[in-house]
């Protein structure tokens, strides 16, 4: 680099900077406006997001960006955080809770802990009392649990079937009790068992750590309804925050996270176990980095940097694991045996048969982790 900076260089950064600021200034209107969008949104029940009106939006400012000389990847890109923004601040605005909401009182058992905290703040926005009971709390569970309308067990899943029997029995019959663990037969089951209450098992398909609740998943599992309304008001709560609910069995949740959960989180701990063994520099490989590598080792690093508890329970619990896991040793043996082998024509019929499996989606996958991967060059 020179040791300074051509005048004419600092002329155009200078009218850049003052570019710059401008569109910040735009984007402050523009958030005033959705402000009173939201309010609108509210009074009038209208839901915040308008996936046609997105879309259309999206097309037409591809469009202005062509016409102007600027890649239409680009724009969309910088619309679709936008959009994104715009979601969130009318979700804060409280654009989607009816506005005679009832408020309930309701008491999370494990309120301190990361999940505990997102479900106080969600709650909290929506106009609800939030009871928190901790292990250091004055309040304890059994007391907040007898005075909610709704319990909520947010506790480590190897603690959750001793808490639910704890408290079960001091839920009203009248009253809902959910848990918020990533494997659902067993608790369900315990909540009913142990309870007189609605009973409705969930799994935010997101950790606490998240930056938006915009877009995100939760599972529900219904148990024991003695009352319908629960279901609406629960699903109503989840959609207020911008959640999309999905509604299944216990027994469908489980096998399916096996695969989402077990299969991925499993194949993550060998690829940061093999490149232990391997004594892999993972400085010296990133210097050789393609963006895809990038990526799998981002997340294999993101997996590690976190509480081994976690994963060991969600891993260890499952009804489906040993399932899973063999057929991924199987698998890995069947491909190590191709490459070992040089078999060539195997190894082509072999990708072919998977390729075929995953069907259209392949080409989505194409295009969606493209878009990753150059949100990733730019930042690195």
């Known amino acids: 680099m020179p040791d300074s900076v051509p005048p004419d260089l600092l002329e155009l950064r200078e009218r850049i900077d003052a570019l710059d600021r401008r569109f910040v200034e735009l984007l402050a209107e523009r958030n005033d406006l959705v402000a009173k969008v939201a309010d609108v949104k509210r009074n009038s029940g209208y839901p915040i997001r308008d996936s046609g009106r997105e879309q259309r939006m999206l097309e037409a400012r591809r469009t202005l960006g062509l016409a102007d000389g600027i890649s239409p990847e680009v724009v969309e890109s910088l619309f679709r955080v936008i959009l994104w ?3 969130d601040r009318q979700a804060s605005l409280r654009a989607a809770v009816p506005v005679q909401v009832e408020p309930r009182s309701i008491a999370i058992i494990g309120g301190k802990g990361g999940m505990g905290q997102c ?4 709650f909290k926005e929506q106009g609800h009392e939030v009871l928190i009971a901790d292990l250091d709390t004055t309040l304890r569970p059994k007391e907040a649990a007898e005075q909610a309308d709704v319990t909520v ?3 480590n899943i190897r603690a959750t079937r001793d808490v639910i029997e704890l408290i079960g029995p001091c839920c009203r019959e009248d009253s809902l009790l959910i848990d918020v663990t990533s494997i659902k037969r067993d608790p369900v089951a315990a909540m009913v068992e142990s309870s007189k209450a609605t009973v409705i098992g969930t799994h935010p398909l997101f950790g606490p750590a998240i930056n938006s609740l915009q877009g995100q998943r939760v599972v529900m599992t219904p148990g024991r309804l003695n009352n319908e309304a629960w279901m609406l008001w629960l699903q109503s ?12 069995t216990p027994e469908q949740h489980d096998r399916i996270m096996s695969v989402v959960q077990v299969l991925t989180h499993y194949s993550t701990e060998v690829i940061g176990r093999t490149m232990q063994e391997l004594g892999v520099s993972i400085e010296e490989s990133l210097q050789f980095t393609s963006p ?10 993101r997996h590690f940097a976190q509480s081994p508890d976690l994963y060991s329970a969600i891993e260890m619990t499952n009804p489906n694991s040993d399932a899973v896991t063999a057929a991924f040793t199987k698998a890995a043996n069947e491909m190590r045996d191709l490459i070992m082998s040089g078999d060539q024509e195997g190894f082509r019929e072999t990708f072919g048969e998977v390729r075929d499996f995953f069907g259209d989606f392949a080409q989505t996958a194409l295009t969606e982790s493209s ?10």
Do not use: P, W
């Open 371 to 380: 878009y990753l991967i150059d949100r990733l060059v730019e930042r690195t």
């Open 119 to 122: 479900l106080n703040k969600m």
């Open 153 to 155: 067990i947010s506790v």
């Open 85 to 87: 923004a715009s979601r």
């Open 237 to 248: 709560a989840f959609k207020a925050a911008g959640l999309e609910a999905i509604e299944t």
């Open 292 to 301: 895809i590598y990038h990526m799998e080792i981002l997340m294999a690093a």
